[in-house]
């Protein structure tokens, strides 16, 4: 099975130690882990800011760089949901066949490999935020919830209104500004009510604007990537 790793704009940027986490958890699983170096924007910048001619190259991009793995893996649930839900509208012809072998990594671990329990340790209390791409485009249901219920030492708290946008949304949170800040003063206030130690999303996009108003309330709750929470075993945490 060849497995590549599309890292996302966001993750190589400012959160590279999500990608590393991806590359650990699979490779203790059993998969080679390819990393193509031409790999660039998915184009969900331009393609949901109106500039979807600019998009066009970046999904023929995409397809060329991947040809010949059988599944790529992405650490985001809004980047997954750019390629297979608007790469069949901005060139379906040149794009399907990585489309049919994108997967977001709670898809790939559950659908693909069969597994839920990976083997992690986190011995720490964590609430769930379902990010929206995640929870409306893809479909992801209780995959992240079943992977985090299987770690050991986790305690997994209900959070209230899960299913509220966070407030991001990409250009959304700069075009919207006030409204963005309100949402996510909701949502932070609702983790904090949890008491959880640590936040979990399948998008660091999200986690950053949690992050961002988690910190400016003064919270000790911390942002953590799906990803970084499977990763970590007892081995590694003594």
């Known amino acids: 099975m060849r497995v ?3 890292i996302t704009c966001i993750n190589d940027t400012l959160y590279p130690g999500t990608g590393q986490a991806v590359v650990t958890l699979l490779e203790r699983l059993g998969i080679e882990v390819g990393f193509p170096g031409g790999q660039s924007c998915c184009g969900q910048p331009q393609f949901n800011t109106g500039y979807r001619k600019e998009a066009v190259p970046l999904a023929r991009r ?27 509208r901005i060139d379906a ?26 083997g992690a340790y986190y011995p720490h209390t964590v609430t769930y935020h379902p ?6 485009m893809l479909g992801l ?3 992240p919830r079943r992977l985090l219920e299987a770690v050991r030492g986790l305690r997994l708290v209900e959070l209230e209104g899960a299913e509220e946008c966070c407030g991001f949304g990409g250009t959304f949170a700069v075009k ?7 949402m996510g003063a909701d949502k932070a206030r609702h983790i904090e009510e949890t008491g959880a130690e640590a ?5 660091n996009s999200c986690l950053m604007h949690i992050g961002g108003t988690l910190t400016r309330r003064g919270s000790a709750t911390r942002p953590v990537h799906i990803a970084e929470i499977l990763a970590g075993t007892e081995e590694a945490a003594l």
């Open 4 to 6: 590549a790793l599309f």
């Open 176 to 182: 919207n500004a006030d409204v963005s800040a309100a």
């Open 141 to 143: 249901g209780d995959r």
């Open 131 to 136: 990010t929206c791409h995640g929870l409306r």
């Open 62 to 88: 995409y397809a060329d760089v991947f040809r010949g793995y059988d599944h790529i893996v992405v650490p985001s649930g809004s980047c997954a949901a750019m390629v297979r839900d608007n790469y069949p």
């Open 199 to 203: 936040v979990c999303t399948v998008d």
């Open 93 to 118: 012809e040149a794009t399907a066949g990585s489309v049919a072998r994108t997967y977001e990594l709670t898809e790939f671990l559950v659908d693909v490999l069969g597994v839920t329990d990976v």
